[in-house]
């Protein structure tokens, strides 16, 4: 489980999709093989760790159903590592297993900040709602506002600076993860 807030930005340092394995360029020091890191959102295991390098091996279905396929080497990343039963939860609970992709599909300056929308699948519909959480490249969201299947939220200045969003681009994919508590509300499971 994450909670959303970004700790630091890594970079991808090599990138072997078609192999099924990532290396990343991290501060995080602390690292273990066997540890669950958060990449761009995308809750993915520590296979080696080295010094500032962890290596990632990635499946088949996180390389089908995420933006991990469209990284390149040099790229930041955002990062942060599992959540402790002792941390503070600044964000929202996160599972770091993607719902789907979504595109940005336009970036205006409000203000300081930035209103990013993004165009999402019709079938996460039911679990995105104004003023609720949700998690765009493992970052911790609030929704701002909701038209058919398009959603918007305001990126304050401290997310710009600290997370990869102040390089996104329109057109790009994002990783998007739904709120835990409504998917499991809405879940058609009950």
């Given at each position: 489980?994450?909670?959303?807030i970004?700790?630091?930005?890594?970079?991808?340092?090599e990138?072997?999709?078609?192999?099924?394995?990532?290396?990343?360029?991290?501060?995080?020091?602390?690292?273990?093989?066997?540890?669950?890191?958060?990449?761009?959102g995308?809750?993915?295991?520590a296979?080696r760790?080295?010094?500032?390098?962890?290596?990632?091996?990635i499946?088949?279905?996180?390389?089908?159903?995420t933006?991990?396929?469209?990284?390149?080497t040099?790229?930041?990343?955002?990062?942060?590592?599992?959540?402790?039963?002792?941390?503070?939860?600044?964000?929202?609970?996160?599972?770091?297993?993607?719902?789907?992709?979504?595109?940005?599909?336009?970036?205006?300056?409000?203000?300081?900040?930035?209103?990013m929308t993004?165009?999402?699948?019709?079938?996460?519909?039911?679990?995105i709602?104004?003023k609720?959480s949700?998690?765009?490249?493992?970052?911790?969201?609030?929704?701002?506002?909701?038209?058919?299947n398009?959603?918007?939220?305001?990126?304050v200045?401290?997310?710009?600076?600290?997370?990869?969003?102040?390089?996104?681009?329109?057109g790009?994919?994002?990783?998007?993860?739904?709120?835990i508590?409504?998917?499991?509300?809405?879940?058609?499971l009950?």
């Open positions: 489980m994450f909670t959303g970004i700790e630091q930005l890594g970079r991808v340092k990138i072997f999709p078609e192999k099924g394995i990532m290396v990343l360029e991290t501060e995080i020091s602390d690292l273990k093989p066997g540890e669950s890191l958060s990449v761009n995308i809750c993915l295991t296979s760790v080295d010094k500032k390098t962890v290596w990632f091996d499946s088949p279905e996180t390389r089908r159903r933006t991990i396929g469209n990284l390149k040099g790229q930041k990343v955002n990062l942060e590592r599992a959540l402790k039963l002792s941390d503070r939860i600044g964000g929202h609970l996160i599972t770091g297993h993607i719902d789907s992709k979504g595109r940005i599909l336009s970036l205006k300056q409000t203000g300081a900040g930035r209103e993004i165009l999402f699948p019709a079938g996460l519909r039911k679990y709602v104004p609720g949700i998690a765009v490249e493992g970052v911790s969201l609030t929704v701002n506002k909701v038209s058919g398009r959603f918007s939220v305001v990126l200045p401290y997310t710009l600076q600290q997370t990869t969003f102040n390089e996104k681009r329109v790009e994919e994002v990783n998007i993860e739904v709120d508590i409504a998917r499991y509300l809405k879940s058609d009950r």
